[in-house]
């Protein structure tokens, strides 16, 4: 049975539950399942390997003691067991993290997490076909991928997905560019359910992972936080099966919720898709210098990137690779005192300008991927205009990009060491010095100097023109609003 129909067969069993109200709670309620029965695959490993093993939560809550028999507990045994004990003594688990890690990643996992189910034979069901999935296989592991997908898929029919789901091609392309080397730290401010922290951890292991010993040094490099629970909970999995043992360096919280001036990290590398379009809760922008003061969600990741980016040591500091719609690119205000400080502090080298649709169905917004390395000032700055491939005129669910339509950037790529040298003018690839950037009061938001004036009036197109134009009066509009507020606030002091 493939994994797809498992997942299905799951969701079917879970409609007929009273407890459990829509897509976003059967993700819940599939989340904390599918991460026990993960963990305990995982520990099964432990135990063999290790010679002073010991269960980092108590063995009557591990899958295999009452889960993993399909003739087990059920009815409402099952429920209160649930319910009573393995929710409250594991939320309430006392695991530091220097004594027992992996014990605090179960305890961070079910902080939130919520048993929706209250028909304990339709539990039991759930966790009869759970047990179809063997995760100890390494072929099925991989195959995890595709619960993944599925439970993503999901997500977005339940309307929320957006906020943290980039497209696999678009992160393998970051990933691929920015090259995060053995030894490096790689953080994703916003990591969601960890698709760049994935990629970063596989990129590693293939190109530069010789020995058990470099694994063990990999496992450390990896950083996240993210807000909201469930991603959290899929993020905590998705580490676990990549082969992360303890993957406490992934939080559950909010980055933005503390002084900027306190954070003491220096990280190599940063990939990452911070939320665009939200606002932050009120207080939050006060971390943040009084000039450069928002609740643009987007602007203050920007902020956060640029200050914990390690600074130039011998010569080159920390590289980036963020995700940014073009509302930060011509906005003006706080985002133009952002752009400066960006292009002074770093050097601001590649803006790849994606083409409309690659976030569909999530959003219609322009989205482009800033590179920027940290301790040297930009010069120029190089754009590459991403095209369609022949015959496409839009990307869609079914037709999502690929990661072989960015062979193209590959190959122009060049090396950042020579400052890029290789590099040509093309159809798709213009440079623009500082000094025109200063000119147009760092609005980034150039058009391809190769491409005449184009009127298209393909209905699809000029609903997306609007939804941009939309977009970008809104961006206006908010700008208006915190220079009145402010004015305001300073004329009643």
């Known amino acids: ?25 059967r993700l819940g309620q599939l989340s904390w399942l599918l991460f026990l029965k993960v963990f305990d695959a995982q520990e099964e490993e432990l135990e063999m390997e290790l010679d002073n093993y010991r269960a980092p939560i108590p063995e009557k809550y591990l899958w295999r003691s009452w889960a993993a028999d399909n003739q087990g507990i059920t009815g409402d045994e099952l429920l ?7 929710f409250g003594d594991l939320k309430n688990l006392t695991a530091p993290v220097d004594l027992n890690p992996r014990g605090f990643v179960v305890k961070e996992a079910f902080s939130d997490a919520f048993n929706y189910m209250k028909n304990g034979t339709l539990l039991r069901q759930v966790i009869n076909k759970l047990n179809e999935i063997d995760f100890t296989d390494s072929n099925e ?21 957006g906020e943290f789901y980039t497209p696999r091609a678009v992160t393998r392309f970051m990933v691929n560019r920015i090259d995060p080397k053995l030894g490096e730290s790689i953080m994703d401010p916003a990591c969601g359910t960890g698709g760049f922290l994935a990629c970063a951890f596989d990129h590693i292991k293939a190109n530069y992972v010789k020995t058990a010993a470099d694994h063990q040094i990999l496992q450390q490099q990896i950083h996240g936080v993210e807000k909201k629970q469930l991603p959290h909970l899929l993020c905590t999995t998705n580490m676990l099966l990549h082969g992360i043992e303890v993957p406490v360096q992934v939080r559950h919280g909010n980055t933005l919720n503390k002084p900027l001036s306190s954070w003491d990290e220096a990280i190599d590398v940063i990939v990452t898709n911070p939320p665009f379009g939200g606002t932050e809760e009120d207080g939050i922008e006060k971390n943040f210098p009084a000039e450069l003061q928002t609740r643009e969600t987007a602007d203050l990741f920007l902020q956060l990137i640029i200050e914990v980016l390690a600074d130039a040591n011998n010569g080159k500091g920390g590289r980036a690779a963020v995700v940014l719609p ?6 003006e205000g706080v985002k133009t005192k952002i752009k400066k400080m960006l292009t002074e502090e770093c050097n601001l080298h590649t803006i790849v300008r994606l ?14 991927i800033l590179f920027f390395t940290k301790g040297q000032p930009t010069q120029d700055i190089w754009f590459y205009e991403h095209p369609y491939p022949e015959g496409v005129k839009n990307y869609n669910k079914t037709k999502p990009m690929r990661f072989e339509e960015f062979q193209a950037e590959i190959d122009w790529w060049g090396d950042e060491a020579d400052g890029f040298a290789a590099r040509v003018e093309n159809e798709q690839a213009w440079k623009v010095s500082i000094d025109e950037v200063i000119a147009r009061n760092f609005n980034l938001d150039i ?26 009066i809104g961006e206006l509009r908010n700008q208006l609003k915190s220079i009145l507020s402010e004015a305001l606030s300073k004329g009643a002091l």
């Open 141 to 161: 592991r991989h195959m995890f991928g595709d619960i993944y997908e599925q439970i993503l898929r999901d997500l977005q029919s339940a309307g929320n997905a």
């Open 355 to 368: 083409p409309n649709g690659v976030f569909n169905p999530y959003t219609g917004i322009k989205t482009n």
């Open 80 to 86: 209160d067991f649930v319910n009573d004990e393995l």
């Open 447 to 472: 058009k391809n100097p190769h491409v005449g004036e184009q009127i298209s009036h393909d209905p699809d197109q000029l609903l997306i023109d609007f939804a941009n134009q939309q977009q970008q």
């Open 326 to 331: 073009d509302g930060t690119l011509f906005g």
């Open 1 to 25: 049975m493939s994994i797809s129909s498992v997942i299905k067969s799951i969701q079917d069993i879970m409609r007929k539950d009273a407890g459990v109200d829509g897509d976003a709670q």
